[in-house]
């Protein structure tokens, strides 16, 4: 005679493990928030009044949706909405790590196949954006640490090394190296002196053009 086995069952989680998650990483982003934003004063303040962290928190469930094929056409709805709102353009399609903060946020646009890794750091007018019409990976990775200053262009699935600066203004259509500074147009690479130890890289070069 068969004997039918139990199936194995999946175990969910809980409405209260999927709720304290997600307090832990809100708690997460207004933290880092809080740490990178001196003008900060309060954690309501970063709450109400910072377009960067509503940026990013409406680009989670967007993303979540795109993974659906299904709800493609909602998530870009969504991230439309978020544009409007915030300032802010990010594909649904695009993979953001921990802890990303948007200072000011406005004008920041952040292409589909964009990859970013934890505790990166954007200002405004930063643009992760395309060079090819080709549907293939054609938006940048940008590395764990890296900050990218006001009006940045990165163009292309170029590679941004963890701990990086790039410069205002700067438009960088080739990889940069970890912990280099890159600054101009086009973006020209610099590294810190082999013979120094840095602690805060635009302590290192005289050059206007590196400050955010």
């Given at each position: 005679?068969?004997?039918?086995?139990?199936?194995?069952?999946i175990?969910t989680?809980?409405?209260?493990?999927g709720?304290?998650?997600?307090r832990?990483?809100?708690?997460?982003?207004?933290?880092?928030a809080?740490?990178r934003?001196?003008?900060?004063?309060s954690?309501l303040?970063?709450?109400?009044?910072?377009?960067?962290l509503?940026a990013?928190?409406?680009?989670?469930v967007?993303?979540?949706?795109?993974?659906?094929?299904?709800?493609?056409l909602?998530?870009?709805?969504l991230?439309?909405?978020?544009?409007?709102?915030?300032?802010?353009e990010?594909?649904p399609?695009?993979?953001?790590?921990r802890?990303l903060?948007i200072?000011h946020a406005?004008?920041?646009?952040?292409?589909e196949?964009?990859?970013?890794g934890?505790?990166?750091m954007?200002?405004h007018?930063?643009?992760?954006g395309g060079?090819?019409?080709e549907r293939v990976?054609r938006h940048?990775?940008?590395e764990?640490?890296v900050?990218i200053g006001a009006?940045?262009r990165?163009?292309g699935?170029?590679?941004?090394?963890?701990?990086a600066?790039?410069?205002a203004n700067?438009?960088?259509?080739k990889?940069v190296?970890?912990?280099?500074?890159?600054?101009g147009?086009?973006?020209?690479?610099r590294?810190?002196?082999?013979?120094v130890?840095?602690?805060?890289?635009?302590?290192?070069?005289?050059d206007?053009?590196?400050f955010?």
């Amino acid at each position: 005679m068969h004997v039918r086995r139990p199936t194995a069952t999946i175990p969910t989680p809980s409405l209260a493990t999927g709720l304290a998650a997600v307090r832990e990483r809100l708690t997460e982003d207004l933290d880092t928030a809080a740490r990178r934003d001196p003008a900060s004063r309060s954690r309501l303040e970063l709450l109400l009044c910072y377009p960067g962290l509503h940026a990013v928190w409406m680009h989670r469930v967007a993303h979540r949706m795109w993974q659906r094929p299904g709800l493609k056409l909602s998530a870009r709805l969504l991230s439309q909405l978020n544009r409007s709102i915030t300032g802010v353009e990010i594909h649904p399609g695009a993979q953001i790590g921990r802890r990303l903060f948007i200072d000011h946020a406005m004008g920041v646009v952040i292409g589909e196949t964009a990859e970013i890794g934890d505790d990166v750091m954007l200002y405004h007018g930063v643009t992760l954006g395309g060079r090819s019409m080709e549907r293939v990976k054609r938006h940048p990775t940008i590395e764990d640490g890296v900050t990218i200053g006001a009006g940045a262009r990165v163009l292309g699935p170029v590679v941004v090394g963890a701990g990086a600066q790039i410069g205002a203004n700067a438009v960088v259509v080739k990889d940069v190296p970890a912990g280099a500074v890159v600054v101009g147009v086009p973006g020209q690479v610099r590294q810190p002196p082999s013979d120094v130890r840095v602690e805060d890289p635009y302590d290192v070069w005289a050059d206007p053009a590196i400050f955010i």
